[in-house]
């Protein structure tokens, strides 16, 4: 393209500003696509469905930190052991879960099984 603008204007001369005109203008509109398809990138990525998710690691993380640094060493013991007790909680009611489930699952075989047979 640069050779079939230089042809056009400047046939056998070394006067070149307008091919370097051309040049700084087709670099000016690819630079300004490049920015428009990062822009267009950086709306979707905020738009995507997960993006509260990340936000909310991303930010959210820093200030439960800053919470625990005013807290004295007798206090974030008692706070390691509650949530230690939580989660002890919450594997015991997930095993009772898994136990229920499993309850429920034989008593549907049984009576799909009395079903298929009566």
Sequence with gaps: MQRGIISLFFKNSDFSIVPKAFNQLKAFVQQR???????????????????????????????????LKGLSKQELIDK?????????????RLSRMGNSIDTLAFQRDNLFGHFVRG
Excluded: C
């Design 33 to 67: 696509k490049a920015a428009k398809q990062r822009a267009l990138q950086a709306l979707n990525w905020m738009n995507h469905p997960l993006s509260v998710y990340f936000r909310k690691w991303k930010y959210d993380m820093p200030d439960a930190e800053s919470k």
């Design 80 to 92: 390691i052991i509650a949530d230690e007790n939580l989660i002890g909680s919450t594997e015991s």
